[in-house]
């Protein structure tokens, strides 16, 4: 069993910078858990603390059972792959994957069989005999991968592991190591900052922001009900469109009021929207969310607003279109069809029960 368990880890570098506070997070056994979030946010070096590549400062790792604090990195059973690839450059393939074996005193027969299995899963037994300069970055990449897989771990840590590649590469490395944990069935930490990565690739997700856990939930979950703001526009591509204004009350109806737009909240929400009246609250709303009337059969008038249509981007099987209130601008995704005129007037419809409230000055999640 290799669950790993994080206890209140924190880490403050000599200098003072906490890159890590008090995270605590349990990894169950054979999940592909992904650690998520912006540049310095503290993803590798919480990985690297559970590698044992770098000292605690507070908190404990558990990794099966056992309290690995003071375990040296070498006897904690894990495998780790960088996003350098680090492949020794006068090796071969071969003898870059056999290397950690042999440090480790396995058997020649042992090592040309492990070796063998990683290369087969890989699809890189022909590349064996060429040294790094000779292969792509994907085929790097896989032998980086199977220098981990060699070693058969406890569990795995991917560190950005995709990002040299080329958006294409990415994507197929990305189905490739979803493939690779349902065959290993091990446990899996994957540090990213890319959401897509994240959505498609983990069991669960951990979004951090400076150092502190932010969210940690499957990725529908994390999707649908992000608990603040930030987390509600680092996960999703377009990101949630926000928009500053105020909820009030008419003819015992409530409105969210943007100052240009106005569209009337569905009752479910009544109850928690309600004290909300007369206060300055955060409307957020998906881009495919919200309509092009035109091919909206039936609209309720009040979810209907009127806005200026800047930039239209095709993506090919979908398009994006970019809407001015006058005062926000916001991205809807419509049909690959749906091409507005630049700078024409439009009127778009937003599903009313699909939008969040996020409270202005703490930025958590309302509804
Ligand atoms: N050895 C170090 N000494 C001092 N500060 C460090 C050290 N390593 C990292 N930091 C700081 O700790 C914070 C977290 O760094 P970390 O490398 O964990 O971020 P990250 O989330 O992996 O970012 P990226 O996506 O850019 O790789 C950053 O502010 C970084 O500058
Ligand atoms: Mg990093």
């Given at each position: 069993?290799?669950?790993?368990?994080?206890?209140?880890?924190?880490?403050?570098?000599?200098?003072?910078?906490?890159?890590?506070?008090?995270?605590?997070?349990?990894?169950?056994?054979?999940?592909?858990?992904?650690?998520?979030?912006?540049?310095?946010?503290?993803?590798?070096?919480?990985?690297?603390?559970?590698?044992?590549?770098?000292?605690?400062?507070?908190?404990?790792?558990?990794?099966?059972?056992?309290?690995?604090?003071?375990?040296?990195?070498?006897?904690?059973?894990?495998?780790?792959?960088?996003?350098?690839?680090?492949?020794?450059?006068?090796?071969?393939?071969?003898?870059?994957?056999?290397?950690?074996?042999?440090?480790?005193?396995?058997?020649?027969?042992?090592?040309?069989?492990?070796?063998?299995?990683?290369?087969?899963?890989?699809?890189?037994?022909?590349?064996?005999?060429?040294?790094?300069?000779?292969?792509?970055?994907?085929?790097?990449?896989?032998?980086?991968?199977?220098?981990?897989?060699?070693?058969?771990?406890?569990?795995?840590?991917?560190?950005?592991?995709?990002?040299?590649?080329?958006?294409?590469?990415?994507?197929?490395?990305?189905?490739?190591?979803?493939?690779?944990?349902?065959?290993?069935?091990?446990?899996?930490?994957?540090?990213?900052?890319?959401?897509?990565?994240?959505?498609?690739?983990?069991?669960?997700?951990?979004?951090?922001?400076?150092?502190?856990?932010?969210?940690?939930?499957?990725?529908?979950?994390?999707?649908?009900?992000?608990?603040?703001?930030?987390?509600?526009?680092?996960?999703?591509?377009?990101?949630?469109?926000?928009?500053?204004?105020?909820?009030?009350?008419?003819?015992?109806?409530?409105?969210?009021?943007?100052?240009n737009?106005?569209?009337?909240?569905?009752?479910?929400?009544?109850?928690?929207?309600?004290?909300?009246?007369?206060?300055?609250?955060?409307?957020?709303?998906?881009?495919?969310?919200?309509?092009?009337?035109?091919?909206?059969?039936?609209?309720?008038?009040?979810?209907?607003?009127?806005v200026n249509c800047e930039?239209?981007?095709?993506?090919?099987?979908?398009?994006?279109?970019y809407l001015n209130t006058g005062r926000h601008i916001f991205?809807?995704?419509?049909?690959?069809?749906?091409?507005?005129?630049?700078?024409?007037?439009?009127?778009?419809?937003?599903?009313?029960?699909?939008?969040?409230?996020?409270?202005?000055?703490?930025?958590?999640?309302?509804?």
């Amino acid at each position: 069993m290799a669950q790993v368990s994080l206890r209140n880890i924190s880490k403050v570098f000599s200098g003072g910078v906490k890159a890590v506070d008090k995270l605590s997070l349990g990894v169950e056994n054979k999940e592909f858990m992904v650690l998520v979030g912006p540049s310095g946010c503290g993803k590798s070096t919480t990985l690297r603390m559970i590698a044992g590549l770098e000292d605690i400062t507070e908190g404990q790792i558990y990794i099966g059972d056992k309290q690995v604090n003071d375990v040296p990195a070498k006897d904690r059973d894990i495998a780790m792959v960088f996003q350098n690839y680090a492949l020794y450059p006068h090796m071969t393939a071969f003898e870059n994957m056999a290397f950690g074996l042999k440090l480790r005193h396995y058997s020649k027969s042992e090592i040309i069989q492990r070796v063998n299995e990683a290369a087969d899963i890989l699809g890189i037994k022909h590349l064996l005999g060429r040294r790094p300069r000779e292969l792509s970055g994907g085929e790097r990449q896989r032998v980086a991968v199977g220098r981990a897989i060699v070693r058969k771990p406890l569990v795995f840590l991917f560190d950005e592991p995709l990002s040299n590649l080329d958006a294409k590469m990415r994507v197929q490395m990305r189905t490739e190591i979803n493939r690779l944990h349902i065959r290993l069935q091990t446990t899996i930490i994957y540090v990213t900052h890319d959401q897509t990565e994240a959505m498609t690739m983990g069991d669960r997700i951990a979004v951090m922001k400076d150092g502190i856990l932010q969210q940690l939930a499957d990725p529908v979950t994390i999707y649908d009900y992000p608990v603040n703001k930030f987390v509600a526009g680092f996960i999703g591509s377009p990101p949630m469109n926000f928009m500053d204004g105020e909820v009030i009350k008419k003819d015992s109806r409530l409105y969210f009021d943007e100052g240009n737009i106005q569209v009337k909240l569905v009752e479910d929400m009544y109850q928690k929207v309600t004290p909300l009246i007369g206060k300055e609250v955060t409307f957020g709303i998906r881009s495919e969310d919200i309509y092009d009337k035109l091919f909206v059969s039936e609209a309720p008038p009040e979810n209907i607003v009127r806005v200026n249509c800047e930039v239209v981007e095709p993506m090919g099987s979908e398009a994006y279109l970019y809407l001015n209130t006058g005062r926000h601008i916001f991205i809807a995704r419509v049909g690959a069809h749906d091409r507005p005129k630049i700078n024409q007037d439009i009127d778009v419809v937003f599903d009313m029960s699909k939008i969040h409230f996020f409270d202005k000055e703490t930025e958590k999640t309302i509804i």
